[in-house]
């Protein structure tokens, strides 16, 4: 941070809290009022959390604009009523043996520029609710 209070913080988010929140507290921790974040991660992701403070808030838009990527884990085989790992299982299923060949030729579909359809239980909002209040 700059003696006058501008910078970018890059935050190491933990998952459970949500990204206001983590604003929140670094504008208390750091005592600076005029701040905002470029992209808003989902109360169960944890990951990198760009914090802007100060003069640096004008740059925000053109990081929330910028290319993202995602690194997660997976689970085979279950299905749970949210769509993610908080909500409860509704079906498993077993899991065959997965040849690498075949996995890689069905992780293709997920490399590369895509159009992503958040889930119900996202924290994007729909009339100033978030989604997953919603749900």
Request: proline fraction near 7%; aromatic fraction near 4%.
């Amino acid at each position: 941070m700059t003696p006058t209070g501008s910078g970018i913080l890059l935050l190491d988010k933990p998952q459970g809290l949500s990204s206001n929140a983590a604003l929140g507290r670094a504008k208390r921790i750091l005592g600076i009022r005029k701040a905002g974040h470029t992209g808003t991660l989902d109360p169960l992701a944890s990951g990198l959390l760009v914090l802007c403070f100060g003069e640096a808030t004008k740059v925000a838009g053109f990081l929330l604009d910028g290319d993202k990527s995602y690194v997660a884990e997976i689970r085979l085989g279950l299905t749970t009523e949210t769509d993610d790992a908080e909500g409860e299982v509704i079906s498993e299923q077993p899991v065959p043996t997965l040849d690498p060949e075949a996995l890689e030729r069905v992780l293709d579909a997920f490399r590369g520029p895509i159009e992503q359809i958040p889930p119900m239980y996202s924290a994007l909002k729909q009339n100033g609710e978030r989604l997953y209040k919603l749900a």
